[in-house]
């Protein structure tokens, strides 16, 4: 008689197993995270699919080709003792040559320079994968600097009930009862001065990323998390490498809905 086969079924990690919160901190049942949370961790892929999301952004930027250049000059010849550089008409003061006062740039940037950075379709989706794989690593999390209870599974996630606060003020108590509020005022004491010129050129101040929030819809939520410091909040569809690790360095300490969750298995 011949044995009939026996299906091996593999039992779920409990690694994979995460709480789902109330807004009032308390864990209402547990959940398996999508298979996309277990991808191999790339950080090389992650700050290639960051560098190229920033150079596409950036806009092409020069001088007026004609600076420096808007003088009646002359030149005097050689066999004076002097450098033979354009001079102005009416004198001995020199012009439009780079080294002189009010003269054009030797090398300016070019506005027809191509910044752009190319990278495959693959590689950027294995990057945003990866990325929420470090998502879910505490000692990653830690390492960035995020303040959270030890006790929480990461990545975080609520019930729906999130998804319609509209008012900061109940966020703000519903990340106390969680215990995420620390992290909101880490993002608020970081606010600093830049250094360099960029302090001159509109973005004077810098100040650190704080909790990412993904929703499946951002009808009131994202007016009641706008005024937080550090915080983004985004929709499963506009979920990307560069939101999930700011400036290329991954970890970034996320809040799912459990709607959210539920979309993401679908990729």
Do not use: C
């Not at 080294?99 to 027809?112: D, I, L, S, T, Y």
């Not at 379709?121 to 994968?129: D, I, L, M, N, V």
């Not at 929703?215 to 937080?228: Q, V």
Request: hydrophobic share 35%; glycine share 8%; aromatic share 4%.
């Amino acid at each position: 008689m011949a044995q009939k086969r026996v299906r091996k079924v593999k039992r779920k990690s409990l690694e994979n197993e995460i709480n789902v919160y109330s807004l009032d901190g308390k864990i209402q049942k547990k959940i398996s995270l999508p298979e996309i949370f277990n991808e191999e961790f790339r950080p090389d892929l992650i700050r290639k699919a960051v560098s190229a999301a920033r150079a596409n952004r950036r806009q092409p930027y020069g001088p007026n080709p004609m600076a420096g250049m808007r003088h009646a000059v002359s030149t005097v010849g050689k066999g004076r003792g002097m450098s033979r550089v354009q001079r102005l008409a009416d004198g001995r003061t020199g012009a439009e040559s780079p080294p002189n006062v009010g003269g054009r740039r030797a090398h300016p940037p070019k506005p027809e320079k191509n910044w752009e950075k190319k990278i495959n379709k693959q590689e950027r989706k294995k990057a945003r994968f990866s990325a929420l794989h470090a998502s879910k690593e505490h000692e990653m999390v830690k390492l960035r600097g995020h303040r959270f209870s030890d006790k929480l599974t990461l990545p975080i996630v609520l019930e729906n009930k999130i998804e319609d606060v509209a008012t900061t003020k109940e966020i703000i108590e519903m990340l106390e009862n969680v215990g995420l509020w620390d992290d909101i005022l880490r993002a608020k004491e970081s606010k600093h001065i830049r250094a360099g010129r960029g302090k001159m050129r509109s973005r004077k101040y810098k100040k650190a990323k704080s909790l990412l929030i993904v929703a499946s819809k951002l009808d009131s939520i994202e007016k009641g998390f706008r005024n937080l410091p550090g915080v983004d909040v985004t929709t499963p569809q506009n979920l990307n490498t560069e939101l999930l690790a700011p400036g290329g360095d991954p970890g970034r300490l996320v809040i799912f809905s459990e709607s959210a969750i539920d979309q993401l298995r679908e990729w």
